[in-house]
C-alpha cells in the first residue's frame, strides 16, 4: 500500500516484503559492516516486475538494531544514542516488538530521485518510509530523510532544526507504527503523536 501528501509531506510506503503489484517474494537488504568493521553503502535496485526496490546491502539479515546511514548528506546532529533510546522508548509505548529500523540521510535531490521513480511524484519531501515487517507488531523498515527539507521547512516555521529533524524521525517511526496521515483527521492524530513525543524527548532526554 502506498501512501503519499502533496507538496512537502511525508511520504510512507509499506511493502511488508511482498509487492502489492505481483505478488511476489520481496527481499529486504540492510546494510553491512565490512571486514574494517565499517559500513560499506551501496545502494541496489531489487527487479520484481514493474517494481522497483531500493534496499541497502547485508549478509546477516535483520537485526535487533537501529542504524543511521549517510546516503550523500549527514544528519548534523549529536546524542545518536539518546535519540536511539527515545525512539525506542516511542516504539514501546505503541507496544512494537523491535527487529531493525534503518535511517538514511539525504540530500532533497536524491529523495526527489526516489519520489519520482517510485511514486511518480515530482515534487521534494522530507520523509519516504518502507516498512518490511510481516507482522503489524513488528518495527522492521527503511526511513530515507532529506536533512535539506528538513532544514527548510525547520526555517519556515521558525522551529529549530534539530526539533523539525526529531520530528521527522519519530513520524516516520509512527508510520511503522500504523499511524496514516492521508486524510484531515489523520493528520492530527499523528501530529499530536508526534508533539506528545517530541513532548517526552525535552523531558527526559535533554
Known sequence: TFTSSPGTQPISISLMKISSFSKESITPLCPTPNSLNRFMVDVIMLYKSSLEIPHFVTKFGAMKTMNWFNADSRPGIRGKELVEAWLRAEAKREKKKWQQLDYVFCSDDYLLEMNRSFLQHDYYTDIITFGLSENKEVIEGEIYISTDRVRDNAATMNTPY?????????????????????????????????DQALERWFKKFV
Do not use: P
Open 162 to 194: 534539530k526539533t523539525e529533524l526529531l520530528r521527522v524521525m519519530v513520524h516516520g517511526l509512527l508510520h511503522l507504527c500504523g499511524y496514516k496521515d492521508g486524510s484531515a483527521a489523520a493528520k492530527k492524530a499523528m501530529r499530536a503523536r508526534e
